[in-house]
């Protein structure tokens, strides 16, 4: 089993300005894997632009071309999982040996083996293997090979030695174009000036262009509403605002300063002065619970802590929010600074 998603194929992939490169590298190493210069073939840019659809499709099609040729799909986190376990269980040489079978292998987000030092040392023993027997390796990642932080020298100049291609957020008209096409592969009909006012409203990446897309058609057949230009401004609307609201962390931090009277930088400080302690801990806590970022992250944004703290603080001020009311009440206006 390839572990491939049939829907993730080049046909149902839009190609656009934002994506042609990338397509048509992934294109020319499914009809010749491991016979081009693209070995590996690393797809990089931010969530949600298609990076795993891409992946996907090039494995797909390198199935269809090639049917005799073995083929894989594997998250970072799943190849991390199957090593550890393979360690645990005194099996580390077929898990080596599993993967160097291997003719197309496809690893996703890899990025998340970043610190993972001896998953990274066994997947260079793998990458070393496959490259020169002429397999094709082909990697996904949040960022470009030289931005990526916590991997071996050895490992990101591996990658450097093939193509790396970004993932860019389409434009307009590709936006218009993905919305024609995963309606038309619903079964929907929808009007033009409904594709166009989506289109012009969901910018930020082509997963969120496709929950706006769903959450219309719920509404409307929730609610028996004709879909229409109407009801998409009503809905697309709120969806709009509510993803915008997703807060930096900077920006956090400022409100819970302003709130203290703090001077921001304080919470950079290596300070363990009460108030500030809390001020900190108080824009750990929002951190957490109004974005996305992981512990690790916010830790190092906030004081250079690490996730250990954060998680603490979280906790702390949790803890203060049943047992002091007069705490609470502060939360509750931060609160609602900055969701103003
Ligand atoms: P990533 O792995 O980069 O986070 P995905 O590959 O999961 O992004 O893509 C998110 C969604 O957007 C998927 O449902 C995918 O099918 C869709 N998508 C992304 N790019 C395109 C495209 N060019 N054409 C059609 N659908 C796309
Ligand atoms: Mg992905």
Known sequence: DSQLNPDYSFMNFIEGDCNRLARSAGLAVAENPGGTAFNPLVL????GLGKTHLAQAIGLKTKELYQ?????????????TQFTEAIRNNNKNDFLHFYQ????????????????????????????????????LILTSDKAPIELKGMENRLLSRFKWGLSADLQNPDYETRVRI?????????????????????????????????????LLAQSTLNKKE?????????IDKLVKNTKRELSIDYIQKVVCDHFSLPIDVLQAKTRKREIVQARQIAMYFSK???????ASIGSQIGKKD????LHACKTVNNLMDTD????????EIDKKLKM
């Open 44 to 47: 990089f840019g931010d969530s």
């Open 68 to 80: 005799d040729k073995t083929v894989l799909y594997v998250s970072s986190n799943k190849f991390q």
């Open 101 to 136: 079978m291997i003719d197309v292998l496809i690893i996703d987000d890899i990025q998340e083996l970043a610190g993972k030092e001896k998953t990274q040392n066994t997947f260079f023993h793998i990458f070393n293997h496959l490259h020169q027997s002429g397999k094709q």
């Open 179 to 215: 919305l024609q096409q995963k309606a038309y592969k619903d079964g929907i009909v929808l009007d033009n000036e409904v594709i166009e006012y989506i289109a012009s409203q969901v910018t930020n990446n082509v997963r969120e262009l496709e929950g706006a897309l769903i959450s």
């Open 227 to 235: 879909l229409n230009l109407e009801l998409a401004i009503g809905i």
């Open 289 to 295: 619970t109004l974005t996305k970022a992981s512990l």
């Open 307 to 310: 996730h250990a703290t954060v």
């Open 325 to 332: 009311r007069g705490f609470k009440t502060q939360i509750d």
